[in-house]
């Protein structure tokens, strides 16, 4: 999309959406660089009580979200989205050199739908040559469920939403966290996006994403504890989720806090140590950078100190935009909002759509 009169590009909505909220951004681009249009969180509206939280909206709800963003600044009905993680898979496939001039994308298919046990037009398939270890060529593919995209595009236009990309949610964790950042050509980074149901680490070498681990739990855990261990109220859950102060209950909320993020610091750590190790065996030359981290409690010090701890890794958490002054909040909360916007970033930030 164009804006001819300013001479700028305006970027498709990046809208990520979970079983909690919405996230959204949209970007201009010009010959002074990129910068934030309009951006948005706000809680999911479930009227449904059938549907299944973590679902993807119906059409009714997304006309709602949609009428949110147009109050909020956004322009146009052009959305750039990524499906669920959980409707996706990634396999580690060999596959013939470029030059070699064999079918790529039909051999790389039919790998793919024997791991997934499924016709190979079953899925949507991305894939790439990962940097050459040795001997072998391997790729990294990612697919999801046709029958998963199809009912998320005919969702969005019944809301009257365009969906102008469907992209992965590994590309667009990995374009958000570096945004601020330089990569280095041998140096293996990591993305830690925390999402609501289920988390996330994206591995990369220098610019290539070489390796993706799901982490079957997220803030969610985090929130149920808190509200049914400690008895707290949906709102006073969302305070500790969101790593707000709490006001008058700050230090009681801090306390309550700590406790309820440590058993989840303690299992994305776990977690992030196999996939490090994993990656660094496969690169054995290639140094350690930073472990750049987005979603629900980035700047969370219990998880901080865990990795600090176990992988002594630094962490980095560039909002993509200077939030303060902007929320009604302090600079950490602030911080902490810009970093949980990091995906829909990603999202929007691919001007290509």
Known sequence: MSMLKSKMQLSAIGLEIDAHEFRAVQLTKSAKGTSTLAWAIFPRQISNTNQTLGSLPEA????????????????????????STSACSSHAIELPPKESGAPIDQLARMEVARARKCGPEDFELG?????????TQESLAVACSRAVIDDTIERYEKAGLIPVGIDLMELAIHRGTQVRSVEVDNEINASLRIGWKSSLAVLTLGETVVYVRRI???????????????????????????????????????????AVWSGLANE?????????????????????GKIRMSGYGALNSAIEERIAQVLG??????????????????????????????????????FDQ
């Open 60 to 83: 009714e709800e997304l006309r709602w979200a949609a009428a949110i963003l147009g109050r909020r600044g956004f322009v146009g009905n052009h959305v750039s989205i990524a499906p």
């Open 127 to 135: 894939h790439w040559y990962l940097p050459a270890k040795g001997r």
């Open 216 to 258: 079957e739990r997220g803030a969610s855990s985090v929130w149920e504890l808190a509200s049914k261990r400690y008895r707290l109220s949906p709102e006073a859950a969302d305070v500790i989720v969101d790593d707000l102060s709490g006001d008058a209950h700050a230090e009681t909320y801090a306390k309550i806090r700590r």
């Open 268 to 288: 994305l750590t776990s977690e992030l140590d196999v996939a490090l190790t994993y990656v660094s065996h496969a690169y054995r030359m290639a140094p350690f």
């Open 313 to 350: 890794i630094p962490l980095a958490c560039d909002s993509f935009v200077n939030l303060q002054g902007q929320t009604g909040s302090d600079e950490q909360s602030a911080a902490s909002i810009g970093c949980r916007l990091s995906t829909a970033y990603g999202l929007a930030a691919r």
